[in-house]
Structures are given as structure tokens and as C-alpha cells.
């Protein structure tokens, strides 16, 4: 957590040249939480405390950094500084520093990396956003299936240091196409003259450049992995996803849902709430609080038109709350059962009419539920309502409109995600208050249309 009040210490010991102070701050704490201090001092006094700590503990701590103090940093005149900085940096946090560049920028610090840095940044940034290759790093070893065991370990020792992980090591044939892998546990416990072809696993876990990311990192979390090797369309491998990168992309997708199920627009922010400018705020949620409201309008049109009957039997409005209420959460409950099933790939579109018919179970038994428990409530805590109408009429008028509007909400809301994905579009585009307000307009009209059919008006 950010604390403020060091920052006035720091920038007074920076100011007085007390380094040895500074640079015991530095040992004692965790990169993270050094990152989290640095980030509210400016650039250059960022700068002057990593000179501070040797370049690999400097590059971690920058990587911990928000993105928008990185693209500060490099965006000054500490050439030096960052031509280091940027070649000790993981593949995929320079590749990512770089989508976040000014082109202008980003051409000039491209002029600072050696060839081959250079030519892996141009890599990874040219894959789209949101797929397997753009969020890969091209960090991995790799191995040849020809090779002997001894002769791989002491070709481990000496990439180690630079590569993001040794605990998987992936084998190519002669054209670098992916013909298995062998787990770093497996290569030691190899006898020194056995080749890498009689120890490797040909059986792997995989996926595509092109494949979604998230598609991707569900694979890390499903088969319990460390890596996932990502392949272009030869076969070659291009890279591969770590674990702590699927961590931030299930974050980052898993928010990402969740505004978009309560019907917050735009992408996901990297700021934290308080950071992120109001007029951001507001923009992210306008669209769909306008189009709500309009809908709401309808709603009440719709009330209107059965104004007489709310005239004749003014109880009829002591229960709309209970109906809009229960069909809303009948219907976000089967849409977010059918959209998390749908995004684990446990239902596809061709189970539709198998969802429907077990949703449907389902609400009838919670609307037998419902419907017993609101007509007790009508039949004997209502009171006198009118001679002309019998109580056990409106009680039972009240409890089956309730339960038509129970199946009618669940089977709406379980329909709409499976219709949308097989649209190809997002299903959880069809948020919470989107389909609570459909469901309100629909709840309104069947009340009412039981209430006239029932009654006689």
C-alpha cells in the first residue's frame, strides 16, 4: 500500500546524498512494495535511487512500476539507464512497455536494443491484442532432441540466469518445430548419456498464436501447468505463456465480466479506483444508465396502460416490488450459472434446448416455492380489500402471475447468454440490470395481463 508520508523522507535523503540510508530501504524490502513507494516520486528520482541497486533488482523493481510511470521513465533523457534497463527487462513486460509507447518514442528506444531484442520486440507487438502471442514471452529454453542429457544441463547452466523459467524445457527438431518437452526434474534424474529424445514427453498441452488468451491461460489453470507453449501455423514454437502472466489475464478477464455484467462499458482500467479520473468514470457508465433509463420509461408506459385496473384493486401495487424483484434475481441467477458454464466451455450452443428444459425444473420448483409462501401472505395479512373481489381470487391471481414470471425470468435469462454466443458476441454483454430490465417489462405486462384475465376488467 502507498505511504505518503515517506515520500518527503526520501526525496530529503536523495537531496542530502544519503545514499547508504536509501540503499538499506532497498535491501529491506520487496521489489513490490518498493515500486509502490518509488511510484509517487518523479521520474528522475525514480531513476536516481534504482542507480542504487545492481541492474537485475533494478529491472524488477521498474516492472512492479504502473504502466504509466514506466512510460514516464523512458520517455525522458536517461539513455543510458534505459538501453540497460530495456535488454534486462522479461520479453513479454518490454514488449508490453512498448504497445504502450508514443510511436515516435517507441521508434527512438527501439534504436538502443541490440538486433536481436529488437527484432523480438517487433515480435510479440505484432500479434493482436487479447490473443496467445501478444501476452507470450519468447524467453524459454529449449532444447535439441539429439542432444545427451549432460550435455543439455550444462547448456541449462549457462541460459539459466536469462530465461523466465528452466522448470519446463521445450525440445525442437531441426526446422524449430515443438517435438516435446522434458521437465527439469526429469533431465537431472537422467543418465548423462541418454538423448533428449528417449526422455521427453511428446504429449503436450498447447495452443495457437492466434488463439484468445484467455482460451489459452484457462489451459494453464485446467491442466495444472507451469508454461504453455504457444506454436504459429507451422508448428514452429513462437513462445510460451508463464503461470504468473495467466494469473494476471484471468484478473484482468474475470474483471473485465464483471463490469460488463453490471453494465459498465470500456476496457478494464490498470489504475487503481481512486487514480482513475472522474470524467472516466462517468464515461465507462453513461452509455448503459441512459438506455436503462430509457427501457425503465417503457416500463412505466406499460404500468399506464393498466392504470384502471390499479384504480379498482390498489393491492395489485403492493406486490410489483416482489414480482420485479424475484424475477430479477431468478434471471441473473441462471444467466450467470449459463455464462460461467459457457466461458469453462462445460455447455455449448447445441446444449440450448437441454438447458431450457432443466432451467425450467428449476424455476418450477421455485415458484411452487414462492407461490405458496406470497399467497399465505396475501390470504392473511392483506386485511378487507373490497367486497367486490374475494381474497383467495386476488391471493391466487397474485401467486400464479408470481410464478409465471419466476419460469418466464429464469428461461429468459438461461436463452439469452447461449443466443448471444452462438451470435459470436460476448454473452456477458448481456448484464445484470440489462436483463433485469427486460425482465421487469415482461414481469409488468404478464401481472397485469393475469390480473385483467382473471378479474374480468
Not at 121 to 146: C, F
Not at 221 to 250: F, Q
Not at 321 to 335: F, R, V, Y
Request: proline share 3%; hydrophobic share 45%.
Amino acid at each position: 500500500m502507498k505511504n505518503p508520508i515517506l515520500v518527503p523522507e526520501l526525496r530529503d535523503l536523495l537531496n542530502k546524498k544519503k545514499y547508504k540510508i536509501i540503499k538499506s530501504f532497498l535491501d529491506e524490502n520487496h521489489e513490490k512494495e518498493i515500486a509502490e513507494y518509488l511510484g509517487l516520486l518523479s521520474p528522475n528520482e525514480i531513476w536516481k535511487i534504482l542507480e542504487l541497486v545492481e541492474i537485475y533488482r533494478r529491472t524488477t523493481i521498474f516492472s512492479f512500476l504502473d504502466m504509466d510511470v514506466q512510460v514516464a521513465m523512458v520517455s525522458g533523457d536517461q539513455r543510458k539507464n534505459i538501453a540497460e534497463l530495456l535488454i534486462q527487462m522479461s520479453h513479454d513486460d518490454r514488449a508490453d512497455l512498448f504497445q504502450h509507447l508514443e510511436k515516435e518514442i517507441a521508434d527512438k528506444l527501439l534504436l538502443l536494443l541490440p538486433t536481436k531484442e529488437r527484432a523480438d520486440v517487433i515480435k510479440l507487438s505484432s500479434y493482436k491484442e487479447s490473443t496467445a502471442g501478444a501476452i507470450m514471452t519468447t524467453d524459454y529454453a529449449v532444447l535439441n532432441e539429439e542432444d545427451t542429457a549432460e550435455k543439455s544441463l550444462k547448456s541449462i547452466r549457462k541460459v539459466a540466469p536469462s530465461k523466465e523459467t528452466i522448470y519446463y524445457m521445450y525440445v525442437t527438431d531441426s526446422q524449430s518445430k515443438l517435438v516435446g518437452f522434458v521437465s527439469l526434474r526429469r533431465l537431472i534424474l537422467a543418465r548423462p548419456k541418454q538423448k533428449i529424445k528417449d526422455i521427453m514427453k511428446t504429449e503436450m498441452i498447447f495452443a495457437h498464436v492466434d488463439d484468445d488468451q484467455e482460451q489459452a491461460v484457462r489451459q494453464i489453470e485446467e491442466y495444472d501447468l507451469i508454461a504453455l507453449p504457444i506454436i504459429d501455423d507451422n508448428n514452429r514454437l513462437s513462445g510460451i505463456i508463464t503461470h504468473d502472466d495467466a494469473i494476471d489475464v484471468i484478473r484482468q478477464e474475470e474483471a473485465e465480466d464483471f463490469e460488463k455484467l453490471m453494465a459498465i462499458s470500456g476496457g478494464v482500467e490498470e489504475k487503481p479506483y481512486l487514480e482513475i479520473p472522474t470524467y472516466v468514470h462517468f464515461k465507462k457508465r453513461v452509455f448503459w444508465v441512459i438506455i436503462l433509463g430509457i427501457m425503465g420509461i417503457f416500463t412505466g408506459f406499460i404500468i399506464q396502460s393498466f392504470q384502471g385496473i390499479l384504480d379498482k384493486l390498489i393491492i395489485l401495487s403492493f406486490y410489483m416490488p416482489l414480482l420485479n424483484s424475484a424475477g430479477g434475481n431468478t434471471g441473473s441467477q441462471s444467466a450467470s450459472v449459463v455464462i460461467r458454464s459457457l466461458a469453462l466451455n462445460e455447455l455449448y450452443p447445441k446444449d440450448f434446448f437441454k438447458v431450457i428444459r432443466k432451467e425450467f425444473v428449476i424455476s418450477a420448483m421455485l415458484c411452487i416455492s414462492l407461490g405458496l409462501i406470497t399467497y399465505f401472505r396475501v390470504v392473511f395479512f392483506s386485511g378487507d380489500i373490497s367486497p367486490e373481489f374475494n381474497i383467495n381470487t386476488i391471493a391466487t391471481l397474485i401467486a400464479s402471475a408470481l410464478c409465471i414470471q419466476v419460469i418466464w425470468s429464469t428461461v429468459f435469462g438461461a436463452m439469452i447468454p447461449i443466443i448471444v454466443t452462438k451470435l459470436k458476441l460476448d454473452p456477458a454483454v448481456i448484464s445484470s440490470p440489462l436483463l433485469s430490465t427486460c425482465v421487469d417489462m415482461g414481469g409488468i405486462t404478464i401481472y397485469f395481463t393475469v390480473a385483467k384475465l382473471v378479474l374480468g376488467f
